[in-house]
Nanobody, 119 residues
Framework: QVQLVESGGGLVQAGGSLRLSCAAS????????MGWYRQAPGKQRELVAV???????NYADSVKGRFTISRDNANHMVDLQMNSLKPEDTAVYYC?????????????WGKGTLVTVSS
């Protein structure tokens, strides 16, 4: 049973910083892409940043220059450093990973962590 567990969300003032972490656990053979998505109230879930196992990072235009994604392959973790936060960054942030298990490759999601940026 594979699980993704996020941590690090919370309330921060505009201009502040937060760091989100996500840890994958279970019977994992390997992990392809690891990334972060977010869903603001009344909006669809959107990509924030994704980091493939062997490729280049992809960021949403709205977070370029402010957010940095990184991963620890040995420990199956992915982090999102968020700087210069804006009220429009308020959302539930979800970790996502493409994980190989005995059953093959599948996309897994965490339950989400709430980030609230006050103005």
């Amino acid at each position: 049973q594979v699980q993704l567990v996020e941590s690090g969300g919370g309330l921060v003032q505009a201009g502040g910083s937060l760091r989100l972490s996500c840890a994958a656990s279970g019977m994992i053979f390997s992990i392809n892409d690891m990334g972060w998505y977010r869903q603001a109230p009344g909006k669809q879930r959107e990509l924030v940043a994704v980091l493939p196992s062997g490729g280049s990072t992809n960021y949403a235009d709205s977070v370029k220059g402010r957010f940095t994604i990184s991963r620890d392959n040995a420990n199956h973790m992915v982090d999102l450093q968020m700087n210069s936060l804006k009220p429009e960054d308020t959302a539930v942030y979800y970790c996502n990973a493409g994980i190989f298990t005995v059953g093959g490759l599948r996309s897994y999601w965490g339950k989400g962590t709430l980030v609230t940026v006050s103005s």
